[in-house]
Nanobody, 127 residues
């Protein structure tokens, strides 16, 4: 049974940093792409970043460019963990952040393309 368990969320002041973790278990993730999405209240789920399990190729959204340079996705295959480093956080980054996984290496920014999901972790950025 595949499990994705997020952690590391919390309350942080604007300008601060957080590192989210996604512990993956239940299968071998070779051949998979792992991703982070987020969903703010009243908004659709939004693609944040993705990384291929084997080569570590990363994908980031072209839009919104407000994420560019502030968020970094990485993975530690030995620990079966994917990370999202978030710097220079803004109040508009407040959302529930989800870890997701899909089979394949193509860039996949749409949530329906992912078959496994974690329960999410809340990130709240105060102004």
């Amino acid at each position: 049974q595949v499990q994705l368990v997020e952690s590391g969320g919390g309350l942080v002041q604007a300008g601060g940093s957080l590192r989210l973790s996604c512990a993956a278990s239940g299968r071998t993730f070779s051949g998979y792409t792992m991703a982070w999405f987020r969903q703010a209240p009243g908004k659709e789920r939004e693609f944040v970043a993705a990384i291929t399990w084997d080569s570590g190729t990363t994908y980031y959204p072209v839009y919104p460019d407000s994420l560019k340079g502030r968020f970094t996705i990485s993975r530690d295959n030995a620990r079966n963990t994917v990370y999202l480093q978030m710097n220079s956080l803004k109040p508009e980054d407040t959302a529930v952040y989800y870890c997701a996984a899909r089979l394949g290496y193509q860039s996949a920014p749409l949530d329906y393309q992912y078959i496994y999901w974690g329960q999410g972790t809340q990130v709240t950025v105060s102004s």
